[in-house]
């Protein structure tokens, strides 16, 4: 199915995470938790092909729903953790998924609820995995056949959760010793091997960001891994943020890029990264001079994932169970053309105007040698 500059496929569920395997594969999981609800929780493929996004393959975990997704960097593995509390390694070809194997990572609290595993991520080598637990992270070893727990992390001194609330996301550093983690109030940025905090950002120390509560939607490190990029949402608006890599992660710039709330950001590619927003709309940003190059009208509510590709497209998930490519570049270049064709015309008018005007100076010369003969 298509639509302007996108190409969709709907779901049977709504999709709550995803990854990018190629710029034409992509996996996705979510569900509708207990199986009486007649919704699925499942993992699927989607292929680009041809031009047409598919679903051609899928996975059903029964009554757990997924809710956190990662790929990993160095083989054909895909990672994705549940609501309850479990973790499940998917081989995956063009054509198929296969489960590697199943394992509890979470734990129980005393009512019998598991704490969100939401965040998930590997290190670039793809040998380790971090995974949120609620406001604390553990830190394990993968293996084709399991994983193995390296450490739970952080809480401070006292056992308070630095994390105030449960973490939204999580990224390693592009030379894997570091790792940044937010919730809605507070970035922070860990060591990979000890686990201890080494910088903190809370959402309130922002200024000059609108009404309404200050929630981060988004946070990753510039390619570089000397700055992270922050998504800020409040009631009416949604800013940018730069922040150096150094205590308290100062914010070098901060810049309103949309006149809603924003609700996730991608990855960086080339310092390009999409941003999705709460009206369905993706925004192609470019974070050298944090400026919206293009925004595209791909879903009908709010963005739950979004992914840069290589081709400075991007693909995404919402609410509204559908997922969509976006054909960023093919509308920037339609932009391109017709402005093209603006500036074409108006050298055109303004010659032929040039023209008309000599030409009738040309005219009055020669009216004024007649009457002067």
């Keep these: ?52 996004l598919k679903e051609i393959a899928h996975l059903d975990f029964d009554d757990d729903r997924v809710v956190g997704l990662c790929a990993s960097p160095k083989g054909k593995v895909i990672l994705c953790t549940t609501h309850g509390g479990k973790t499940h ?15 509890a990572t979470g734990k129980a609290d005393p009512s019998g609820d598991y704490p969100s595993q939401r965040a998930v991520a590997f290190n670039p080598a793809g040998t380790q995995v ?7 992270l553990g830190m394990w070893d993968f293996s084709t056949s399991g994983l193995k727990l390296i450490r739970d992390f952080g809480v401070n001194a006292d056992g308070k959760s630095w994390h105030a609330e449960a ?40 200024s000059n960001v609108g009404k309404g509560a200050q929630k981060f939607r988004g946070a990753v490190f510039t390619e570089d891994g000397n700055k992270i990029i922050t998504a800020l949402s409040t009631r009416d608006a949604g800013f940018i943020q730069e922040h150096k890599v150094d205590k308290d992660l100062p914010i070098v710039r901060q810049k309103k890029i949309v006149t809603c709330p924003i609700t996730t950001i991608s990855g960086l590619d080339k310092m390009i990264a999409f941003v999705g ?6 925004a192609m940003l470019n974070c050298a001079n944090i400026g919206i190059q293009c925004c595209l009208d791909i879903h009908s509510m709010p963005i739950t994932k979004v992914h840069a590709l290589k081709s400075h497209n991007c693909f995404s998930i919402a609410f509204d169970n559908f ?20 500036l074409i015309f108006a050298f055109l008018f303004l010659l032929s105007a040039t023209v008309f005007l000599a030409g009738g100076d040309f005219i009055r010369k020669l009216q004024g040698t007649a009457t002067v003969s």
């Excluded at 390694?89 to 394992?103: H, P, T």
């Excluded at 927003?277 to 993706?282: H, I, K, L, P, Q």
């Excluded at 997922?323 to 603006?342: D, E, P, Y």
Aim: charged fraction near 25%; proline fraction near 3%.
């Design 167 to 206: 973490i939204r996301d999580v990224c390693f550093h592009p030379d894997g010793k570091r790792i940044l983690s937010h919730d809605d109030s507070t970035c922070c940025i860990w060591d990979a091997k000890t686990g201890k905090l080494l910088f903190e950002h809370l959402s309130e120390k922002s």
């Design 277 to 282: 927003c709460s009206d369905g709309r993706v």
């Design 89 to 103: 390694a998917v081989g995956y070809n063009d054509k198929e998924l296969k489960l590697m194997f199943s394992m």
């Design 130 to 136: 971090v995974i949120s637990h609620g406001e604390k």
């Design 323 to 342: 997922c969509g490519h976006g054909l960023m570049q093919a509308k920037i270049h339609k932009q391109r053309r017709q402005f093209a064709m603006f």
């Design 1 to 52: 199915m298509s639509r302007g500059f996108a190409k969709y496929v709907k779901l049977k569920y709504p999709p709550t995470a995803s990854a990018v395997l190629s710029d034409k594969l992509f996996a996705v999981g979510g569900g509708g938790g207990k199986s009486k609800s007649g919704i699925p929780n499942r993992i699927s493929l989607l292929c680009l092909d041809q031009d047409e």
